[in-house]
């Protein structure tokens, strides 16, 4: 399995980016995807998630609103729309996704990450 992730950049707080994260490997359609994320000194944390049938997601309560991820199965891809960004939100962005087909909540395979800087 395989991720990759692109997208990231430096925007100004209150601007938007969409992060993108190609899967490859395995059947993209029959798995969740996650988005999450990592600040210098801090933790990394769960962002966003998607079950492998779509939907609206699930969010941190940190993006709840402002972020958006969604998945396009025939491109193997999942998206995050960041909009209405924070200085707060500046991290390295990691997509993952379980090892189990149908499942949720069990990230085993990780992306290489993506910068998001927002200045202030």
């Known amino acids: 399995v395989q991720l990759q992730a692109s997208g990231g950049g430096l925007v100004q707080a209150g601007g938007s980016l969409r992060l993108s994260c190609a899967a490859s490997?395995?059947?993209?359609?029959?798995?969740?995807m996650g988005w999450f994320r990592q600040a210098p000194g801090k933790e990394r944390e769960f962002v966003a998630g998607i079950p492998w049938s779509g939907g609206s997601g699930f969010y941190a309560d940190s993006v709840k609103g402002r972020f958006t991820i969604s998945r396009e199965n025939g491109k193997n891809t999942v998206y995050l729309q960041m909009n209405s960004l924070k200085p707060d939100d500046t991290a390295v962005y990691y997509c993952a996704t379980p090892g189990d087909e149908y499942t949720y909540g069990r990230w085993n395979y990780w992306g290489q990450g993506t910068q998001v800087t927002v200045s202030s």
């Open positions: 490997g395995r059947t993209f359609r029959k798995y969740a």
